[in-house]
């Protein structure tokens, strides 16, 4: 069984949608370590409403903080701190998708960062979503992961941006696992679609 780490360029670029995909794709349990603010409605929530299967556990945070902010400063505000050792993957039989907090070098206190929760036998996925500025973002995320050795492949997410894809491609020379489209809405009929069409990709 594999473990998927889920990964942002940058904060809203389509993690949360991503991860549901992933999880149905291959009826995986779904993680997300840090929640910071949408407490009513958190990732997790989204997630489960988006999965159809019957197969996947959705596992409790391990810190849910109540302020929408990075991690280290929700933390800061609720009076709590982060520490890594509590930060605990579920133990479970099947395939496990964890979704990050924002991109991989958001603190979640004054020592650690988010990519401190990625174990070297995780396959990471990053999303990619075309902005002005998305490009250098991209690179600096892949080569920081391929760099640190780890198995890294690629979802776009978006409207189709034929250039940006490109060079990003050329340049890191990653998998690309597909592209999730700027839908009008998504639901579990949509995200049965994707994983259809992404599950060999995996």
Not at 121 to 133: D, W
Request: proline share 4%.
């Amino acid at each position: 069984m594999n473990t998927y780490f889920i990964t942002g360029i940058g904060t809203d670029v389509g993690k949360t949608v991503a991860s549901a995909i992933i999880t149905e794709a291959l009826k995986a349990d779904y993680w997300k370590p840090i929640q910071a603010g949408e407490l009513d409605f958190c990732d997790t929530k989204k997630v489960q409403s988006y999965v159809s299967n019957h197969k996947s556990k959705f596992h409790d945070n391990s810190y849910a903080l109540q302020t929408p902010m990075s991690p280290h400063a929700a933390a800061d505000i609720d009076g709590v701190s982060i520490q890594l050792k509590d930060i605990k993957p579920p133990k479970t039989n099947n395939h496990l998708v964890i979704e990050g907090a924002g991109g991989l070098l958001v603190p979640i206190n004054k020592k650690n960062t988010i990519l401190d929760l990625i174990k070297p036998t995780y396959k990471v996925i990053v999303v990619s979503r075309h902005y002005l500025g998305s490009i250098n973002h991209s690179l600096l995320t892949i080569n920081l992961l391929k760099e640190k050795g780890f198995d890294v492949s690629i979802i776009f997410s978006g409207n189709e941006h034929k250039t940006t894809e490109a060079i990003i491609t050329e340049m890191t020379k990653v998998k690309v696992i597909g592209r999730i489209n700027e839908e009008p809405y998504f639901d579990h009929n949509v995200v049965k679609e994707y994983a259809e069409a992404f599950k060999s990709k995996l």
